[in-house]
DNA sequence: CATGAATGAGTGTTCATTCAT
DNA sequence: CATGAATGAACACTCATTCAT
């Protein structure tokens, strides 16, 4: 199965458009993308149902689009941070950091992603998840590794394990997290990663 | 509006109805409720839709009715660990293994309360989901916050942020966790205290 | 001063208009007029669907003037052979050729016409259609009736049956007769009158 | 005492099963496919839209069993003539006169085949239609070769021409038939013989 | 207990049409 | 003249639910 990369219909007024993809966002992350009734966009939109359809094929591209943006951002990201040749730890620190700022900048997007994307998987159209939840994996994986190999990182860990308690700590956070609120993203990356790396206990 | 309660059939054969509600929270977790239909409840017990309702009064009902049942289990466990008189750490440590059994006995429960109670505490018919949650937040708070003032705990701690990522982490491995593979519960537990209350990275 | 008309008139560039006529009645014979969205209309004229409301008053208004604009060339070449004072043979020989010369002309509108007129005539608006319809039928049968009485046409037809067997045959060429192709009108009508007058046997 | 057999237990209840499509095909007829709602359908079925999806998957499904169950039909009677082993004088009489009674026995599945199959072979779900007019032409042009180098029917005949005729000339038919009118469909077959073999005009 | 058949409210989507720019 | 964006009614279809058998 080929990652099938369709372009977005990005047509004119892309204003307008993630406009109303930001409010589509929303709600989905709100009520979840099933519960989620066009109507519903639209109302918020403060239009109807059908004008949505004057912008984009259906529900469900809506939804695509919405996630293809935020991976696409997630990912310049990431990349830069995987590029810039730090050690596991800055590693580590760097990527928990880039994802509280993006769970600060696409909070419906991450919340969409976490509930809804175990499903989403097994249609063609979001095959592009798959694709980057190996590299997101990957990204993590070595990381974590390398820690371990370099004595930065505990030798008895289990890695897999610790990934998938890192991974979801982290994504989970944008069910509770409110942009603006009294913790930046910064902060909350600082405490996270002051748990992670040196523990809860007090150090005898 | 009240509900009309027609024909609830608790006295039916208990056996059969718990065995259609395991049936049915296997399907609501693989799925996600709204998009579990109740004919693919009935296709997955051999019977037709229409049937289901001799034994239930709604979908919904058999929501509940599995939530309350894992919930009930929950609390017998936790309340068990709270009133065992431990210390903070030790304390931490029986609730995280406790939630990894519940994890275990109820992970179709524990995968549909994770995504699901978001929405449903809103309904006046789940708000014992609120009331859980309440005293879930209290126990792991005043055990924090306890270990925080023993010296159990580090003090530079934010007790609520900690609170969310320990919470999160716990029940999030619902999603991935199999029953019968390699990790035991109580290994997990192990795994997975040790990380919090120790850190992963290397003591100098 | 001139009183600013809202609807568009009959008198804007009449150039574009039968152009776009042309453009519909195409389409419209292509797809069936219920499946012809005016978007695809526009399309095939290269605008927006939206622009097509300068020039014409809605969809109907467009089916209507192109059946309308057949059905006055048709009368215009019917009636010259019936006010001609020909014999029943004769007659019919020029009603036949004039019908496949106007199937060769107005293709589109003749599908339309065989394809819908039967729903149409229910609506007010399309009341001409049955008017056309009767003053055909009677144009036929007339001449069958006159044949036979003549000792033209053999006596032991039913000349309502063959009025409608001749009727149908020769409008349902539309359907498949490609202008430009390799039989002219003439042809076409030609054999098609040897096939109806003398029979496809062989004489013995 | 013998037990009780058990009940033949059939395929769930084919009568309501046709009965639907027998109204359906009415609706179908009469008002076009594209212009029938599936509310229309109902109504005439006495019962709402959504009840239809209980016995069919589609409304198209539904337009897919009545043309599937009337070419069924439809080669079982042309098949018999065609292995007849008659002359094509003998062949062609026999088969048209097939033609009338299937349009006595299918009317609105005829009728709905004539306006529709055109758009409908373009869908690979009705490839069948292709199939059959393939079958349908190869079985006419044969009758008709083989008639004219039997001598037969007359030499000078364009065969493709004379076949597009004689197959219009019959299925249109279904357009005005009504079973249980003056005519009888073996009587309509004679009729439309005598005119197609010898022609409408007086011998001399 | 279970089935077969139906209901009716709701869902995503389409499309002819309008109108300010 | 044409466009871009919207409307609103209708559509095919889904699904939780009911109930006579």
Redesign the pocket.
């Known amino acids: 199965m080929p990652p099938t990369k369709k372009k977005p219909q990005v047509t ?2 892309p204003a ?1 458009r993630s406009e109303l993809l930001g409010t589509a966002a929303e709600v989905f992350a709100e009520q979840g993308y099933n519960a ?4 519903k966009i ?1 109302d918020h939109a ?10 984009f ?4 591209s809506m939804l695509e689009e919405i996630l293809r943006t935020f991976l696409d951002e997630l990912w310049d990201g990431y990349d830069a941070v995987l590029d810039a040749g730090l050690g596991p730890r800055e590693t580590l620190q760097a990527l928990v950091t880039e994802s509280f700022r993006e769970i600060d900048r696409h909070r419906p997007a991450v919340a969409i992603y976490q509930k809804e994307s175990k499903q989403l998987v097994a249609q063609e159209r979001f095959a592009f998840l798959a694709e980057s939840q190996r590299r997101f994996e990957k990204a993590w994986l070595s990381t974590l590794e390398r820690g371990v190999a370099e004595r930065a990182f505990r030798a008895d860990l289990d890695v897999r394990l610790t990934y998938r308690f890192v991974r979801d700590t982290v994504w989970v956070a944008a069910s509770w997290y409110r942009p603006g609120g009294q913790h930046s993203p910064e902060e909350i990356a600082r405490q996270y990663l002051s748990m992670v790396l040196d523990g809860i206990a007090v150090r005898e």
Do not use: P
């Not at 989620?36 to 109507?39: E, I």
């Not at 094929?57 to 469900?60: G, I, V």
């Open positions: 004119a007024a307008r989620t009734t066009v109507r639209a403060g239009m109807l149902a059908g004008s949505l359809y004057y912008h094929d259906s529900k469900e």
